[in-house]
């Protein structure tokens, strides 16, 4: 019972002194575009600026239209860029021109 109990609190003990995920997910910006140009030939799709709690951040999405591969990008002002989110089958959404006659 002992040995239980002690080995359960090790493997919580354990898991809460491991670091977030988010945290491997992240290297100096210009790392991870190399990366993301070199093996998915993504490129830069659209971005904008993010108020954090720390500051403000840049939040990007890289794309490919050749492989269909996107990523999400989260820049904070140290140069650090981590990947939020990655997937496949990116598309663009073209926006209607609104029709004749219709209020804008």
């Known amino acids: 019972m002992f040995k239980r109990l002690l080995g359960m609190a090790l493997v919580f003990g354990m898991a809460a002194t ?3 995920a988010l945290a491997q997910n992240c290297a100096l ?5 190399a990366k993301l140009q070199q093996i998915y030939s993504e490129e830069l799709a659209f971005g904008g600026l ?4 720390g500051g403000q951040t840049v939040m990007e999405v890289w794309a490919s239209r050749e492989s269909g591969t996107y990523t999400v990008l989260m ?8 990947i939020v989110a990655a ?10 021109a609104p029709a ?5």
Do not use: L, M, W
């Open 18 to 20: 491991a670091p977030p």
């Open 29 to 33: 910006r210009a790392d991870v575009i």
């Open 50 to 53: 993010q108020n954090t709690r």
């Open 75 to 82: 820049t904070h002002a140290n140069g650090i860029s981590c």
């Open 87 to 96: 997937g496949t089958d990116f598309f663009e959404v073209t926006p209607r």
């Open 100 to 104: 004749e006659g219709a209020p804008s």
